[in-house]
């Protein structure tokens, strides 16, 4: 399937679980077209980039090892995406990834996560944190800020000044996160 072909498809894809985890088996079940899903999913201002990215999530959240030969990629465009609903399957792979990396069990994402993706994934979040996202990206961010924030011991101060800041003018949901998020902190 060419990546013409893969764009096509994803027009199919909607917000049912069904459908995305169709399209995530096949690329699952054929590897060589994550390439051209990713391509897809970093033309940020075109209406079928929210799509891939639901389809590339899904994968990761099946394997996240399947993302390793694309981590380079990732962390280096994921800050451009912006599409609201493309923002939010980007959070939820950072947080997989780091999730990954600060398991207690052995997995192969510990070994070639670098200090530059980490850094990217740092970045993207408290971008995500700062900038008018809504909650999902913001949850997703937070908790991949507490978990690499264990390695990076400047993030852990940094995210307990946004936490605080922003509490009072977000939603209930983003106060029942960050009270989690800020008692856990308290706590390492």
Not at 72 to 80: C, I, L, P
Not at 151 to 179: C, N, T
Request: glycine share 2%; charged share 25%; hydrophobic share 40%.
């Amino acid at each position: 399937m060419t990546t013409t072909e893969l764009y096509d498809e994803l027009s199919y894809v909607n917000h049912s679980r069904e459908k995305r985890t169709y399209y995530a088996n096949l690329v699952i079940n054929n590897p060589d077209l994550v390439p051209g899903l990713l391509d897809i999913l970093f033309k940020v201002d075109d209406k079928i980039s929210p799509r891939a990215a639901w389809v590339f999530e899904f994968m990761c959240t099946d394997n996240i090892e399947a993302i390793i030969p694309y981590l380079d990629q990732f962390t280096e465009h994921m800050h451009k995406v912006h599409l609201d609903s493309a923002v939010r399957p980007v959070a939820k792979i950072c947080e997989l990834l780091a999730k990954a990396y600060t398991s207690r069990h052995d997995n192969r994402i510990k070994s070639v996560l670098t200090a530059i993706h980490k850094e990217r994934i740092i970045e993207t979040c408290f971008d995500y944190m700062i900038n008018d996202e809504k909650i999902a990206p913001k949850a997703y961010s937070m908790n991949t800020l507490f978990l690499l924030g264990k390695e990076y011991d400047w993030v852990h101060p940094e995210l307990v000044l946004i936490l605080e800041r922003d509490f009072q003018m977000q939603s209930s949901g983003f106060k029942a996160r960050a009270k989690h998020i800020l008692k856990k902190m308290k706590s390492a």
